[in-house]
């Protein structure tokens, strides 16, 4: 294939499973590909260190050391008042992320977001294409009206992260099936670091992690109330709770209740928490299983790289964590957020060696054959060829 000149548009805030994904994949196509990363702000410092570290171009718009958020008022007025205040700065950075993108004269563009997509607004003599990855669910009633006419007027194809997606964003009506292409998350059991975190358990205590951001979508309250009934039951293990905690005020508030709730339910002794780590593989090498009870989602990377790892799942059945998980074969299913569900099943792997090794070796294959860097770059192979 002819090289291409590509850019990922990014705003980064911290550098989570969809951040990684991204600089993987700009990584793997740089080696026969002209690959630029456009930062808004270069405020994300695991970011920038892992995209310098690979070798990829990377400019910055408008350098700080926090990323320009608009403050998440749920008063009508403050929210028009900061949307004012933050038009002057979008048109800057508008007119900057332009001039970068015309001297580059890319063939595509590949973003992820209506923020970064808002700065192609009224841009000139456009010649590239507009390639929205689509990392999450879609779920209608989640986008706003103005993001749909984003997508409408400048995006040319939609690269979904999962089946869910691509079946999500054409049942809302958003787009055609003809620009909707499934390209699937990339891992290597190769590349990931062997070190095991140092978690204080006794020799036969099993560890159950929850890898996510403390927010209430992802599902920690879930976990606290399957660990109060696995402690009720005198199930042997620790709920090891990983994520970063957002700045921002929601984040902030949720894990104080998170904490507030383990004190409640006297879980101290079973539950430890690893806030704000950049890079949590440790604790996948140091776990034994993993759940992930969140309300939505496009393909959780948490997922993949707990199976690579050889670590059975459990998961509510949202987004594309179907694609991985086949109940019974490659991981379960629970009825959506029944914390007893999620007991039931950790206690069910704890106590049969056998069907955890059955889950753990099916998971491991699957992700081994399916989510390969050569499956994932055939796929966006067959974007680039239309």
């Known amino acids: 294939m002819k090289q291409k000149k590509i850019i990922?548009?990014?705003?980064?805030?911290?550098?989570?499973?969809?951040?990684?994904?991204a600089v993987e994949l700009a990584e793997r196509l740089s080696k026969q590909h002209k690959v630029t990363i456009?930062?808004?702000y270069g405020s994300c410092k695991p970011f920038l260190e892992n995209v310098t570290k690979r070798g990829i171009d990377l400019r910055i718009i408008d350098k700080r050391d926090t990323p320009y958020i608009i403050n998440t008022?749920?008063?009508l007025l403050i929210k028009i008042i900061n949307f004012v205040l933050f038009v002057p700065h979008l048109i800057r950075i508008r007119k900057k992320v332009q001039s970068i993108i015309k001297e580059i004269q890319p063939d595509y563009i590949v973003l992820n977001n209506s923020k970064v997509l808002s700065s192609l607004v009224f841009f000139s003599n456009k010649k590239f294409k507009v390639l929205f990855f689509a990392r999450g669910w879609f779920i209608l009633s989640q986008i706003t009206k103005l993001d749909k006419l984003l997508y409408k007027h400048l995006v040319d194809k939609f690269v979904c992260v999962s089946n869910a997606t691509k079946q999500a964003l054409f049942c809302g009506g958003l787009t055609s099936l003809d620009n909707l292409y499934v390209v699937h998350n990339a891992i290597s059991e190769f590349s990931l670091p062997k070190e095991k975190a140092l978690i204080e358990k006794e020799e036969?205590?099993?560890?159950?992690?929850?890898?996510?951001?403390?927010?209430?979508?992802?599902?920690?309250?879930?976990?606290?109330?399957?660990a109060k009934i696995l402690k009720n039951k005198g199930v042997d293990f620790k709920l090891v709770l990983a994520g970063l905690v957002y700045k921002g005020g929601e984040s902030e508030v949720f894990y104080n209740k998170v904490v507030d709730l383990i004190r409640l339910y006297k879980l101290d002794d079973v539950v430890e928490i690893i806030k704000n780590k950049s890079n949590v593989i440790t604790y996948f090498n140091a776990c034994d299983i993993l759940i992930h009870p969140s309300e939505t989602e496009g393909l959780p990377r948490v997922i993949m790289e707990a199976m690579i790892l050889k670590k059975p799942v459990i998961a509510n059945a949202v987004g594309g964590v179907s694609d991985y998980?086949?109940?019974?074969?490659?991981?379960?299913?629970?009825?959506?957020?029944?914390?007893?569900?999620?007991?039931?099943?950790?206690?069910?792997?704890?106590?049969?060696?056998?069907?955890?090794?059955?889950?753990?070796?099916?998971?491991?294959?699957?992700?081994?054959?399916?989510?390969?860097?050569?499956?994932?770059?055939?796929?966006?192979?067959?974007?680039?060829?239309?």
Do not use: C, W
């Open 8 to 21: 990922f548009l990014e705003a980064v805030q911290d550098y989570g499973g969809a951040r990684i994904s």
């Open 38 to 40: 456009i930062d808004f």
């Open 73 to 75: 008022s749920t008063v």
């Open 204 to 226: 036969n205590t099993k560890i159950i992690l929850h890898a996510g951001g403390f927010l209430k979508d992802k599902g920690q309250l879930v976990s606290l109330e399957m």
């Open 325 to 386: 998980i086949l109940n019974g074969f490659t991981g379960f299913l629970p009825h959506h957020n029944s914390a007893k569900e999620y007991a039931e099943y950790v206690e069910k792997l704890i106590t049969n060696e056998e069907l955890y090794d059955f889950i753990a070796l099916n998971g491991y294959n699957l992700v081994k054959t399916s989510f390969t860097e050569e499956n994932q770059l055939n796929s966006l192979d067959k974007v680039f060829e239309v």
